[in-house]
């Protein structure tokens, strides 16, 4: 009798999230933070099956969250042979040792996610030796505990760790890795730039935002391209360009990686020739996923990151996307409490602090295309604008033909 087939297919692996409520994070932002880490865990291929919280003045230096917590967490694991635990705040490697010898099983924070999920999303050569760096980065202080990751195993099993020479060795390997990509990533900035320089000559348009808001898809719209989108975080993380026409314009559009709360800092250094993209456009079109309760601190965490990278001060297109999704709670009529956003209709909404923004807002569903002509014809009248200061000649020598 032959023997049975062995099954090869991926065990889907089980993990718990670990947040902490303190003078800075109340338990409302926590519950917030630990919905998008769930999020997050479940794009990189992760089940959780419970949540943990705990309110302390401040994180413990040694195991981030109290003994006794700790204790309780470890009976949980135990029972219910859980893979891995998250914690949504960067652990140093000494709190990483002594976590993981106290709960007997691997330790992550959301920055050891974020790059693990970048590592699987990277498709071009740019792309994964921009992770690569952001890994090593968050490698190396942490050196004590993840010295097996390297390309050689001296000594140890399991989770021991190896001598002070083996460490000072694997050191020194992680630093010639980090001098080789970070020579081969300029290199690619060079070749970045040089594209840059040579697509100058047309108007150029970023479509930014937080993680999966229909980025992708607002751009397969605009240029009539197939740009993967997927429901899940980071699912672009190269750039695309596309060249567009609108009424005998030329303008050039980009799609870049999403940005998201608490986004490693060493990720943002990484991809600073991809964030060129944004920081030398013409026009950024600001995409925002409406039907997320948390869409006001999205907007935030993009303006802020904007902030960072030098590329304010553009006009912008403020685009609502989802409206097809965004749902509300009416209040009943005998009901006297002030409203809150949950009982906000669509119509009220734009009635609110959204009025007053300042620039263009236009609301859409880019799924069921609600909406999307209104935001072609802005941004054609946007182009043109900015093409014929550039250009006030053009249409007299040009003899193309437009969309």
Not at 21 to 47: R, S, W
Request: hydrophobic share 35%; with cysteine; proline share 3%.
């Amino acid at each position: 009798m032959p023997p049975a087939p062995v099954s090869t297919a991926r065990k889907e692996e089980t993990c718990i999230l670990i947040g902490l409520i303190h003078k800075h994070q109340n338990e409302n932002l926590v519950t917030e933070y630990l919905d998008e880490l769930a999020f997050l865990a479940e794009t990189a291929g992760a089940k959780t099956l419970r949540r943990f919280t705990q309110r302390m003045e401040s994180p413990d230096s040694k195991t981030f969250i109290g003994t006794g917590k700790l204790q309780e967490i470890a009976a949980y694991i135990k029972t219910n042979a859980v893979d891995l635990a998250i914690f949504d705040d960067e652990l140093s490697g000494t709190q990483i040792r002594n976590i993981e010898k106290a709960l007997e099983c691997r330790i992550l924070d959301r920055n050891n996610l974020i790059l693990d999920i970048f590592a699987k999303r990277a498709r071009t050569a740019q792309a994964k030796a921009q992770v690569e760096l952001a890994q090593y980065q968050y490698l190396l202080p942490r050196l004590t505990r993840m010295w097996t990751h390297l390309e050689k195993q001296r000594g140890g099993i399991g989770m021991r760790g190896p001598g002070e020479s083996e460490i000072e060795t694997d050191r020194r390997v992680i630093r010639d890795k980090l001098a080789k990509l970070k020579g081969k990533l300029r290199d690619f900035e060079k070749q970045s730039a040089t594209q840059r320089k040579q697509r100058s000559e047309m108007i150029r348009v970023a479509l930014v935002g937080y993680t999966n808001v229909g980025k992708s898809t607002l751009m397969n719209l605009l240029s009539k391209s197939e740009v993967f989108a997927e429901n899940k975080l980071f699912a672009t993380l190269d750039t695309t360009v596309r060249k567009i026409v609108y009424d005998r314009v030329p303008f050039l559009l980009s799609d870049t990686v999403g940005f998201i709360r608490k986004l490693p800092h060493d990720l943002i250094e990484s991809f600073k020739s991809t964030l060129d993209e944004v920081r030398e456009a013409d026009i950024l079109i600001h995409v925002v996923d409406i039907s997320h309760p948390q869409f006001e601190d999205h907007i935030h965490v993009v303006n802020q990151t904007l902030v960072d990278i030098g590329a304010t001060d553009k006009p912008t297109i403020l685009v609502f996307n989802k409206i097809d999704a965004y749902h509300y709670i009416p209040k009943e009529e005998d009901d006297l409490t002030p409203a809150t956003r949950e009982n906000m209709s669509l119509e009220d909404l734009k009635k609110s602090w959204i009025s007053t923004i300042q620039g263009t807002c236009i609301f859409i569903s880019a799924v069921n295309r609600t909406n999307v002509e209104e935001l072609r014809l802005k941004l054609t009248e946007m182009v043109k604008e900015l093409h014929f200061v550039r250009y006030p000649n053009y249409l007299d020598n040009d003899s193309s033909s437009g969309e």
